[in-house]
């Protein structure tokens, strides 16, 4: 793949009617849609300028995860909020969290310490009450537990939508993506309870440096994506 040399001096958010648009040496930048790139939000502006800013001879995406998050807010979002909220309501049906291990024992108990607080939380805090079960054998989730989520993640608006969607996805879980949104829980918390099993098995067995590199890949993605919550609330 050709990479994109960089073309411009400087990157700056510069305020228009109200909305935080980033644009380079003067000239607005364009999501991959080709609308202008422009938030409602000013540190988040702030913060995808020095984005850009940070970039060095080539231009990388990858290291520009906030501007991601945005385009995906714009282009993809905005045009069909329905796909997504329909996309979690899915994730909400086989959440991580329900899905507890058979054995061994210990496994068990670590589950448990770190999802039953979450399963509480969502009964409580979102008014949806999942059932968790043990195995891999799927479970009807009780469909008032998934209309609570839906109608949950239907309130949130396009930026937000875009972030929970994205920790949902990574993390296998809507609980914990919802949780992580309302504060109940740390980015990092949120990380180390869905990777539960894989830091059990690697006690157990050892590390594997290409499920090592997902792992630390899928960290970064969600603080990366923590962060720009933390930026739009």
Not at 154 to 164: K, P
Not at 194 to 223: N, P, S, T
Request: proline content about 4%; charged content about 20%.
């Amino acid at each position: 793949m050709t990479k994109a040399r960089r073309f411009y001096e400087s990157a700056t958010a510069v305020e228009i009617a109200g909305n935080w648009a980033i644009q380079l040496d003067g000239r607005p930048v364009r999501t991959p849609g080709g609308v202008p790139l422009q938030v409602p939000y000013n540190k988040l502006g702030q913060a995808m300028a020095q984005e850009w800013d940070a970039q060095g001879d080539d231009i990388n995406p990858a290291t520009m995860p906030l501007c991601g998050l945005a385009n995906a807010a714009i282009d993809r979002i905005a045009s069909d909020r329905t796909v997504f909220i329909d996309q979690l309501s899915h994730y909400a049906k086989s959440d991580l969290i329900c899905y507890w291990a058979d054995e061994p024992e210990d496994l068990v108990s670590r589950q448990g310490e770190v999802w039953q607080p979450l399963l509480n939380w969502a009964g409580s805090a979102l008014g949806a009450h999942l059932t968790a079960t043990s195995g891999v054998i799927h479970v009807d989730q009780p469909a008032e537990a998934i209309q609570a989520i839906t109608a949950k993640v239907g309130r949130l608006n396009d930026f937000e939508l875009a972030a929970v969607t994205d920790i949902a996805t990574s993390l296998s879980s809507v609980v914990m993506a919802l949780a992580v949104y309302h504060g109940q829980l740390s980015a990092v918390a949120a990380y180390d309870a869905a990777m539960v099993d894989e830091h059990y098995q690697a006690e157990k067995w050892g590390e594997d440096k290409e499920a090592l590199d997902r792992q630390r890949q899928i960290k970064v993605d969600v603080l990366a994506t923590a962060t720009f919550l933390e930026l739009i609330q």
